[in-house]
């Protein structure tokens, strides 16, 4: 059964950096699958940030390009999210997810975490 | 920059048939926009229901089922049950990056 836990700080100052960790459980972030991360601002809809494969290549939504990155630790088993110049519109729940090669889908989402952009 | 269109609200009877639509701002979605639908309700996640068009996951019940229809995607639930209201979402594929419809929030009542 595989399993996804995000996890960081709840609470970020604007003009900061966001930084998330994505811990998976069940499969290995090495095997042939990509790793996204998908926010949900309150009361709002889904948003797709970006994604990560398995050998590391990455995609990114056009308009977070410049402040975002997805990173992975294969010797941990998990992926991150980095996010910078942050202002209260990042204000989100975060959530990681494993999506499956060849449009197999989005199976495995972690619960989501809260990012709170505030002073 | 592309957009992804859902009907913002839908409302079906218990045991009634109900079609929620995906439409793309670049024109007829198509087999390589790979489209996926989600589930989700209040402080949940999503759940996966349908991907690349029609295709079930091992947990999606047989009552949703997907398609293309007249250029969009389309999701369908036939025999409504209490505990499908929530909010569903749309994904589309455009070559390097994912995007979601605004959602769909439906009602059983």
């Known amino acids: 059964q595989v399993q996804l836990q995000e996890s960081g700080p709840g609470l970020v100052k604007p003009s900061g950096t966001l930084s998330l960790t994505c811990a998976v459980s069940?499969?290995?972030?090495?095997?042939?699958?990509?790793w996204s991360w998908v926010r949900q601002s309150p009361g709002k809809g889904l948003e797709w940030i970006g994604e990560?494969?398995?050998?590391?290549?990455?995609k990114y939504k056009s308009s977070l390009k410049n402040r975002v990155t997805i990173s992975m630790d294969k010797s941990k088993n998990h992926f991150s999210l980095t996010l910078n110049s942050v202002t209260a519109a990042d204000t989100a729940v975060y959530f990681c997810v494993r999506v499956l090669t060849d449009f197999q889908g989005f199976p495995n989402w972690g619960q989501g975490t809260l990012v709170t952009v505030s002073s | 920059q592309t957009v992804v269109t859902q009907e913002p609200s839908l409302t079906v009877s218990p045991g009634g048939t109900v079609t929620l639509t995906c439409a793309s701002s670049?024109?007829?979605?198509?087999?390589?926009?790979?489209p996926n639908w989600f589930q989700q309700k209040p402080g949940q996640p999503p759940r996966a229901l349908i991907h690349?068009?029609?295709n079930r996951h091992s947990w999606t019940p047989p009552r949703f089922s997907g398609s293309l229809l007249g250029g969009k995607a389309v999701l369908t639930l036939s025999g409504a049950q209490p505990e499908d209201e929530a909010e569903y979402y749309c994904l589309l594929y455009y070559g390097d990056a994912w995007v979601f419809g605004g959602g769909t929030r439906l009602t059983v009542l």
């Open positions: 690349h068009i029609d």
């Open positions: 069940g499969d290995s972030i090495s095997t042939d699958n990509w």
């Open positions: 990560i494969s398995y050998n590391g290549v990455t």
């Open positions: 670049t024109g007829a979605i198509t087999s390589g926009l790979h």
